[in-house]
T-cell receptor, first 114, second 113 residues
Framework: AQSVSQHNHHVILSEAASLELGCNYS??????LFWYVQYPGQHLQLLLK??????LVKGIKGFEAEFIKSKFSFNLRKPSVQWSDTAEYFC????????????FGAGTRLFVKA | SAVISQKPSRDICQRGTSLTIQCQVD?????MFWYRQQPGQSLTLIAT?????????ESGFVIDKFPISRPNLTFSTLTVSNMSPEDSSIYLC??????????FGPGTRLTVL
């Protein structure tokens, strides 16, 4: 079955530290990839997406993610985190089969210490 | 982006009862989705609701347990029937705002005693 794995359930960083959140998926075909973020008390919202083209995609608030097809990975990065980045981050995969189902990872809770 | 509201935002229910969750969108959308997020777990798609047709349920979810209505292009309901404590979860509706992109509602936090 298709699945999405996020390696870290909880991450604690100090401000200005670099961030990398791992995401791996199991599906051999073409995929659409997403990172969603949920800030405390807010709705789940799209952070960035990859459909095709340049495997390094940039999203809002200085986040970027790199699609490595050979590793089935789509890791999220930010060079220098801020306290306001404290949130839960979800990796999601939509197998490009024409269907609507998007599969979500379990999420990573990031806490940034001021 | 759309504006989505869900009612109720939270509820505590007794086992054996049913709860209907409403999802209202401020614009007309074709596809609406219902998800469940159990404590410490990922979002799991329950069903896809297209206006004017029967909802499409994912494996492990059945219409008798989670009946869905989609009477128009801005509204949908999900009913959690004959509830048990295992149904305690956050229930989210979402709409498609771009190719495979989704915009989520605030969620309904359900606790079943």
């Amino acid at each position: 079955a298709q699945s999405v794995s996020q390696h870290n359930h909880h991450v604690i960083l100090s401000e200005a530290a670099s961030l990398e959140l791992g995401c791996n998926y199991s599906y051999g075909g073409t995929v659409n990839l997403f990172w969603y973020v949920q800030y405390p008390g807010q709705h789940l919202q799209l952070l960035l997406k990859y459909f095709s083209g340049d495997p390094l995609v940039k999203g809002i608030k200085g986040f970027e993610a790199e699609f490595i097809k050979s590793k089935f990975s789509f890791n999220l990065r930010k060079p220098s985190v801020q306290w306001s980045d404290t949130a839960e981050y979800f990796c999601a995969v939509n197998p490009n089969t024409g269907g609507f189902k998007t599969i979500f990872g379990a999420g990573t809770r990031l806490f940034v210490k001021a | 982006s759309a504006v989505i509201s869900q009612k109720p935002s939270r509820d505590i229910c007794q086992r054996g009862t049913s709860l209907t969750i409403q999802c209202q969108v401020d614009s007309q959308v074709t596809m609406m989705f219902w998800y469940r997020q159990q404590p410490g777990q990922s979002l799991t798609l329950i069903a896809t609701a297209n206006q004017g047709s029967e909802a499409t349920y994912e494996s492990g979810f059945v219409i008798d347990k989670f009946p869905i209505s989609r009477p128009n292009l801005t509204f949908s309901t999900l009913t959690v029937s004959n509830m048990s404590p295992e149904d305690s979860s956050i229930y989210l509706c979402s709409v498609e705002t771009g190719p495979h992109e989704q915009f989520f509602g605030p969620g309904t936090r359900l606790t079943v005693l």
